[in-house]
Structure formats: C-alpha cells, structure tokens
C-alpha cells in the first residue's frame, strides 16, 4: 500500500494561481502512475489530471477538458512527490482535491478514479470571484 498526502490548497482569487504537493511512500516510486481527482461539494469525484509511468524515464501526461491549457502536473521522483500547478483559477475550480497513487498496472483507463489504489485525504481549494 502506498500512502499519500497532499498539500498546498487554499483560497485564492480569481484568475490567481496554486500549486498542490502529493508526497507518496515507497521505493519505486518513478514507476507509480499518480493522479489528481476532484469532488465538488453535491457532485461527483471527477478527474483532473494523471501522469502515468510508460517505462524507462518517460511519462505520459493527460487532463480533462476543463483545466487543460491551465494546470500542469509534475513529478520530483527524487523528492517521491508530484505536483499540480493550477493556474487561471476559476470559481468553478472549488473542491477538495485528491491525489491518487497505483503501483499496479491495471485495466482501467487514466482517467477512471477505479485506476487508483490509494487516495490521500485531500486538500481544500476555494477560488473566490
């Protein structure tokens, strides 16, 4: 099991930037595929963006269509961490966010919450118009 925190939410105004921190356990942490999920309140968990491990020191990068072009994500793998910088904040970018670590191949798709094995608690982000 890997365990995994996140860090770095806040409020922010409007059209203000963040960057969220997700720091994971394990040895073999370059091999982890790593997600950002979302869940507003009332609504559903949703995905935000992953970077998922394609063999050697490459990585594939993918983001719904709603941050796209305005989040990036990242991974330190010397630090265990992967980040989400958020940038061009909307008010509709509000929820708790969730980091999300599997050491496992599987069959579901990047962008499946069922991918991920293990979830931190999340970190709360407000952006206030």
């Known amino acids: 099991q890997v365990q995994v925190e996140e860090s770095g939410g806040g409020l922010v105004q409007s059209g203000g930037s963040l960057r969220l921190s997700c720091a994971a356990s394990?040895?073999?942490?370059?091999?982890?595929?790593m997600g950002w999920f979302r869940q507003a309140p009332g609504k559903e968990r949703e995905f935000v963006a992953t970077i998922t491990w394609t063999g050697g020191n490459t990585y594939y990068t993918d983001y719904s269509d709603s941050v796209r072009g305005r989040f990036t994500i990242s991974r330190d793998n010397r630090k265990n961490t992967v980040y989400l910088q958020m940038n061009s904040l909307k008010p509709e970018d509000t929820a708790v966010y969730y980091c999300?670590?599997?050491?496992?191949?599987?069959?579901?798709?990047?962008?499946?919450?069922?991918?991920?094995?293990?979830w931190g608690q999340g970190t709360q982000v407000t952006v206030s118009s």
């Open positions: 999300a670590a599997t050491s496992a191949r599987n069959y579901y798709s990047n962008n499946d919450p069922k991918r991920y094995a293990d």
């Open positions: 394990g040895r073999t942490f370059s091999q982890y595929d």
